[in-house]
């Protein structure tokens, strides 16, 4: 069966049911039909342990993260334990295009599949709409007498599709020609805001903050100084709300946020997670793609702002990933293992590996990666959640249990009083293996410009290329020695972080070959999906 039909082979619990599991009653959601709801309570009592689920690089295709931590959780519940789960919103762009849908796999998935991977609660058509008003009123500004005096516009459009082709766009109005950029909204300032944001006060303060551009004196503009921050409080409002779904089994899921981790910072919302965290014990979410990407930025930039302890890592390997890691050889690319554990344990947090299983697996492949990983003092458990549910994911669930109980020291590997530079060249040298770091001659100007605004203190979120811990896609198992090429760098005021591009990376993805949007049709009144 596809993974369409097995979602619809459950009968879906009530979403009133779901919630009651999290001690939240009708007056505390907003329904969006029998199966969706917006929590509209902000805080319950609990103070629930969370448990991160991260990965090596990737294929193409992703390693089910998603689908791990789905089943991981549908374990828990099965364990007695209360449990919730908290994941990102899929992008419609990796939905149409490559990768597909985002919602787990198999018996592991979070339902109704298809309303979550494509229009859900309208929580992105928002964030677009917000950042796309922004955008129109800086050239309505200029249009009509510029009195702020914008000449350099640097806040740039969004589209939830990818479309390489609005990459760079030409725009012309009467005081001169412009060129404009789209990004996909997953990597749109407001989507990162909006996930960073611990209320909507907050939220309402870093729209303010935004800097759209810099006058003559190349002093900075502010979505403020356009007196927009209330009318973009309005649009998102709804959407701030956390989403609350289920897995097939019935299991609470807080679905809310969708940042990319390669542009952008990879997780769910601020306020989806520590809403789970006060109304469960255990709270189970994922970082985008490898830990190079979304945990170190889960660990270096989503704790300190939601005052958050991971009490365990999940690290998420795969048979398939890691023969990709080798060029198609299995002992050539488990060194992967290395690169990610070598950079996790750096955080003083338990970590737990799990092997991923996919149907193709061989017992003797199986074996000699749990053998490897006990081998560097690590325990492996193998996840068959995608074909069992969560009883695929019982070892996996107690393995994890047990992790939450051990010591933990955790702490983040960069400080905010280092310099830009410093934070750069901390990441390069424990997560991503290299010793030197190249500056384009643009990077350099605006490393200067960021440190005269007095913006030094900020993180650093890196966008970078998923296939490997360099930033070069070629460079696949565990590089060594290689070079991190910093060619700008771009000041996300009001997200709070100095997002640093590496490499060819693009913040507006392009379609493959073969898009996805050819497997998904209406039939008889019902959507017709296969990813």
Do not use: W
Not at 61 to 76: C, H, M, N, P, R
Not at 243 to 262: C, K, M, W
Not at 372 to 386: F, I, K, M, Q, R
Request: hydrophobic share 35%; glycine share 8%.
């Amino acid at each position: 069966m596809t993974d369409l039909d097995i979602a619809h082979s459950v009968k879906l619990k009530n979403i009133e049911t779901i919630a009651s599991k999290l001690n939240l009653s009708l007056d505390d959601i907003e329904m969006y039909g029998k199966s969706k709801a917006k929590i509209i309570k902000s805080k319950g009592d609990k103070n629930g342990k969370v448990i991160l689920v991260t990965a090596i690089n990737p294929t193409p295709y992703g390693e089910g993260k998603t689908t791990v931590s789905i089943g991981l959780a549908d374990a828990f519940n099965k364990l007695d334990k209360n449990v919730c789960l908290a994941l990102r919103e899929p992008s419609l762009g990796p939905v149409f295009g490559i990768k597909g849908g985002a919602t787990g796999g198999g018996y592991s998935q979070v339902v109704p599949m298809e309303d979550i991977n494509l229009h859900f609660t309208g929580d992105f058509h928002a964030i677009t709409s917000a950042n796309n008003l922004i955008s129109a009123a800086i050239y309505n500004h200029i249009e009509q007498g510029n009195s702020l005096d914008i000449k350099n516009v640097t806040f740039n459009r969004c589209l939830d599709v990818n479309d390489r082709s609005l990459r760079d766009v030409k725009l012309e109005c009467k005081s001169g020609e412009y060129v404009d950029h789209f990004n996909i909204t997953s990597a749109s300032e407001v989507m990162a805001l909006f996930c960073l944001a611990t209320d909507i006060d907050d939220l309402r303060n870093r729209l303010s903050k935004i800097i759209v551009g810099f006058n003559s004196k190349k002093e900075p503009i502010y979505v403020k100084d356009l007196k927009l921050e209330g009318a973009l409080t309005v649009i998102l409002k709804d959407s701030f709300k956390p989403n609350l779904v289920q897995t097939l089994e019935g299991t609470p899921a807080i679905i809310h946020g969708g940042p990319f981790a390669n542009i952008a910072h990879g997780c769910s919302s601020v306020t989806s997670i520590k809403l789970a965290r006060s109304l469960s014990s255990y709270v189970i979410t994922e970082a985008g793609f490898g830990s190079d990407l979304g945990a170190e930025k889960f660990l270096d930039i989503v704790c300190p702002t939601a005052s958050i302890t991971p009490s365990t890592i999940v690290l998420v390997v795969t048979v398939r990933a890691l023969k990709y890691n080798g060029d198609g050889t299995l002992k050539s690319g488990i060194c992967n293992i290395d690169a990610h554990l070598n950079h996790l344990k750096n955080y003083n947090v338990p970590i737990v590996v799990c092997l991923n299983k996919f149907s193709d697996d061989s017992l003797e492949d199986i074996d000699y990666i749990k053998d490897y990983v006990s081998n560097l003092g690590y325990t492996c458990e193998v996840s068959d959640a995608y074909s069992k549910g969560g009883e695929g994911a019982i070892e996996l669930a107690n393995t994890v249990i047990k992790s939450c109980e051990l010591s933990n020291n955790f702490k983040t590997l960069v400080d905010k009083n280092d310099s830009i530079r410093d934070k750069i060249s901390k990441l390069n040298n424990l997560v991503y293996n290299s010793n030197y770091v190249e500056y384009s001659e643009k990077a350099e100007e605006k490393l200067k410009h960021i440190d005269k605004l007095g913006l030094s203190y900020l993180p650093i979120c890196v966008a970078k290329t998923q296939y490997s811990i360099s930033d070069n896609p070629k460079l696949l198992g565990y590089p060594k020695d290689n070079i991190l090429h910093v060619r700008d760098l771009i000041i996300n005021n009001g997200a709070g972080f100095i997002t640093v591009l590496s490499g060819k990376i693009y913040t507006m993805p392009g379609l493959p070959k073969k898009p996805n949007y050819e497997n998904i049709d209406l039939v008889d009144g019902e959507i017709m999906v296969v990813f």
